[in-house]
């Protein structure tokens, strides 16, 4: 592998794309690496947006808040974020060498993003990005995929790989981070990237009409549903657009979660706890211990109504908060993760409890792009709703991180909105909904906007119809 003391890799960009694309990747992210900085001592630096993280899949854990006092933009106490990941450098003719301490890290008192660990215990990692060897290389790029739940990498060299190097360096800059590359390796297939035209095109073609309410099922079998009312506008936007029913943790399409809204509540992710009593011991248990007679239904049981931070539900008897968490700061105390909980105000016992872990990876995921579309009903003389319209306001959100959405839920913003049931004798229908409120063409841009890197109000009138 090496020659004249210099480490050689992929000689051209098919050869790289054949590699990833074999371990299943199906889009690479390019970093050209700093000629003095961006090697093992100081880290790979990979721009300045603290939601890069979201776009990628790993672990995510809070680290020890910043104590650095030297460093321009400096602010002691922020606290950092870790994505870790399951990551592997590739090479021509070897299997994958994994690097089980690489990580993508948010400084949020820069605030940027920098890759570190991804030379700690492999067996074979880039010669290039040690900092004493990597003056030797000339100019060096660095090569990110992603596939499912695991991210590959590989580093190109002018030194070594001339003809790979000019052809990586010449790919068009990434939407998201215009720090990056990309390259689509499923050119026939949709993207599942972010694509911002492509979705706002689907949708301004469906804006400006009346369309029946209807679903799609898991199947693909479209269903007309006879009334509309409570889901039926999400579920005829989605089914509009191909997208099956589903409670997947990936987004719609386009990378995009997409969200219908027509009224003063939005649903924004559907995570079930991971630790607490709902969690150990199960629904029906919890029902049957803090659940309530519903008001319609013998024998009914439900646990429901709004549970913010700092509000305790006089129905349920149960508060939410924020473990290690400081609510005056609006941000992580150091103690630990800012795990969020639902608490039995009386005896402080945990109902429902979402790790930083789970519930961060589990929005970040999903919310990486979203779209929030205008929808509004279509009724006849009899009040019943015939159909629905969409647009033509929309508003699109990129780019987020796992404190985004804890510090909204600190400060009330985004709060629970259970809706677990359980019929007497039946088994029981649990509904975990985190909701944020606000009409789409009022109040609620602006409580979305602390929860995206960016955001912006679009259009959703088609340019040629007139």
């Known amino acids: 592998m090496k020659s004249s003391g210099i480490e050689s890799s992929f000689d051209s960009l098919n050869s790289i794309a054949e590699a990833f694309r074999s371990r299943g990747c199906t889009e690479l992210l390019v970093k050209i ?14 721009g300045k947006s603290l939601s890069l993280s979201s776009y ?63 030379l700690a215990g492999t067996n074979h990692g880039p010669d290039a990005l040690r900092r004493e060897r990597q003056d030797g290389y000339g100019g060096r790029v660095l090569i990110l995929g992603v596939a499912n739940e695991q991210i590959f990498g590989a580093v190109v060299t002018e030194a070594a790989e001339p ?29 599942a990237i972010i694509d911002k035209d492509s979705l706002l095109e689907e949708l301004r073609a469906l804006s400006g009409r009346t369309h029946r309410p209807q679903m799609l099922r898991k199947s693909g079998e479209p269903v007309e549903l006879v009334k509309g009312g409570g889901q039926a506008g999400g579920w005829t936007l989605e089914a509009l657009m191909g997208i099956p029913m589903n409670s997947k943790s990936e987004p719609d399409k386009f990378g995009f979660e997409i969200k219908a809204v027509g009224g003063s509540r939005v649903s924004l992710i559907t995570t079930e706890p991971d630790f607490g009593f709902r969690a150990e011991q199960g629904v029906s248990e919890y029902l049957l211990k803090f659940g309530r007679p519903a008001r ?31 609510f005056a ?36 995921k999903k919310h990486a792009g979203a779209m929030f579309v205008q929808t509004s009903p279509v009724r006849a003389v009899s009040g019943e709703v015939e159909g629905y319209r969409f647009g033509p306001a929309g508003i699109l ?51 979305l906007d602390p929860l995206y890197n960016q955001l912006t109000q679009e259009s959703l009138v088609s340019s040629t119809r007139s």
């Open 163 to 191: 003809t790979a190097f000019r052809e990586v360096s010449a790919l068009p800059s990434w939407g998201i981070d215009p720090l990056l590359k990309n390259l689509n390796l499923e050119l026939t297939n949709p993207r």
């Open 296 to 326: 319609i239904g013998k024998g009914k049981l439900v646990f429901s109504g709004i549970h913010r931070c700092g509000d305790k539900n006089l129905r349920s008897g149960a508060h939410l908060t924020i473990e290690n968490w400081d």
């Open 329 to 364: 700061e609006g941000r992580p105390n150091g103690q630990g993760q800012p795990n969020v909980v639902l608490v039995a105000t009386d005896t402080d016992e945990v109902i429902s409890g979402w790790s930083f872990e789970k519930l961060g990876a589990s929005w970040s």
């Open 33 to 46: 690496l700093a000629t003095n900085q961006d090697n093992e001592k100081n880290q790979i630096y990979l």
């Open 397 to 447: 959100g990129l780019g987020t991180s796992a404190l985004r959405l804890v510090s909204a839920i600190g400060r009330g913003e985004v709060f629970l909105d259970p809706g677990d049931t359980m019929e007497l004798g039946a088994k029981p229908h649990a509904r975990t909904q985190w909701r944020i409120a606000g009409n789409i063409t009022t109040n609620l841009p602006e409580r």
């Open 56 to 118: 990628l899949p790993g672990k995510v854990r809070l680290r020890m808040a910043s104590s650095s006092t030297t460093k321009p933009r400096s602010n002691p106490g922020s606290p950092i974020v870790a994505l870790e990941l399951d990551f592997a450098w590739l090479w021509p003719n070897e299997n994958p060498s994994p690097a089980p301490r690489a990580s993508i890290i948010e400084y949020s008192q820069y605030p940027e993003v920098r890759f570190s660990g991804f």
